[in-house]
């Protein structure tokens, strides 16, 4: 699969250790983007499509240490393959906008560099079955305590990865930091300690600015 540059639609992508406020932020710009009367497609991973959900109880549930960081590699890019065949590329040839809560860049973090020294494993994999970054990611820059004192407090079932502690959450949001300064075209950091209101008004700046540049 390669990117496909002339679709019509935009891909946009959010990144963040967990607890960044992910989920409100994509919520509130995929409400303003269809109060401004755009086509609005919004997904996540690990998921999105039916069998990339399946994936997804497989990878979150159950003990820290039940998949090795290699098979979840694998697993990952398997959902996201999937999701990425079904949904996201038939959406952004009808001219949608899509909005994905995580996408390749959280593999390349929690894979890739928190997980297990796999980087080099997780970019081969990339463009060998996925090919295609977002046009534009959004990273939710926060402190770890923070977001995991609000990652804890949903007290959900998948919890497989916000077991592992403020260590690794450290280590996330420094090698996010250093991602943002590899592909500085396609990539914005946001202050995720500002409040909600503050955040997504950085967010809609972009956002903005992004569509505007693209028209
Ligand atoms: P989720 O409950 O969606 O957390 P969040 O709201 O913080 O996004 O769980 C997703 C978890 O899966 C999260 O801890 C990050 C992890 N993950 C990976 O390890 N690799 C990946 O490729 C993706 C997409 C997510």
Same mark, same amino acid.
């Given at each position: 699969m390669t990117q496909d540059d002339a679709a019509p639609g935009h891909f946009i992508s959010f990144e963040g250790i967990d607890g960044?406020?992910?989920? +409100?932020? +994509?919520?509130?710009?995929?409400? $303003?983007?269809?109060?401004a009367g755009h086509d609005v497609l919004l997904t996540r991973e690990p998921g999105g499509s039916p069998g990339a959900e399946e994936i997804r109880k497989l990878v979150l549930k159950g003990d820290? /240490?039940?998949?090795? @960081?290699e098979t979840e590699l694998l697993l990952f890019t398997a959902a996201r393959r999937d999701h990425l065949? =079904?949904?996201i590329e038939p959406a952004l040839a009808d001219g949608k906008i899509v909005i994905c809560d995580r996408f390749a860049d959280s593999t390349r973090m929690y894979q890739g560099v928190s997980?297990? /020294?796999?980087?080099? $494993?997780v970019d081969t994999l990339h463009s060998l079955m996925i090919g295609r970054e977002p046009d534009l990611t959004l990273l939710i820059d926060m402190d770890?305590?923070?977001?995991? @004192?609000?990652? $804890?407090s949903r007290k959900g079932t998948?919890? =497989?990865f916000e077991d592992f502690g403020t260590d690794l959450q450290e280590k996330m949001r420094a090698g996010f930091l250093e991602l943002a300064k590899q592909y500085p075209d396609r990539m914005r950091t946001v202050d995720g300690t500002a409040t909600v209101a503050h955040v997504a008004a950085q967010i809609w700046r972009i956002v903005s600015a992004h569509l505007d540049k693209a028209q």
């Amino acid at each position: 699969m390669t990117q496909d540059d002339a679709a019509p639609g935009h891909f946009i992508s959010f990144e963040g250790i967990d607890g960044s406020g992910k989920s +409100t932020q +994509t919520q509130l710009l995929a409400d $303003k983007l269809r109060d401004a009367g755009h086509d609005v497609l919004l997904t996540r991973e690990p998921g999105g499509s039916p069998g990339a959900e399946e994936i997804r109880k497989l990878v979150l549930k159950g003990d820290p /240490d039940r998949w090795s @960081a290699e098979t979840e590699l694998l697993l990952f890019t398997a959902a996201r393959r999937d999701h990425l065949e =079904r949904l996201i590329e038939p959406a952004l040839a009808d001219g949608k906008i899509v909005i994905c809560d995580r996408f390749a860049d959280s593999t390349r973090m929690y894979q890739g560099v928190s997980r297990g /020294d796999l980087r080099g $494993k997780v970019d081969t994999l990339h463009s060998l079955m996925i090919g295609r970054e977002p046009d534009l990611t959004l990273l939710i820059d926060m402190d770890p305590a923070q977001g995991l @004192a609000r990652a $804890k407090s949903r007290k959900g079932t998948e919890e =497989r990865f916000e077991d592992f502690g403020t260590d690794l959450q450290e280590k996330m949001r420094a090698g996010f930091l250093e991602l943002a300064k590899q592909y500085p075209d396609r990539m914005r950091t946001v202050d995720g300690t500002a409040t909600v209101a503050h955040v997504a008004a950085q967010i809609w700046r972009i956002v903005s600015a992004h569509l505007d540049k693209a028209q």
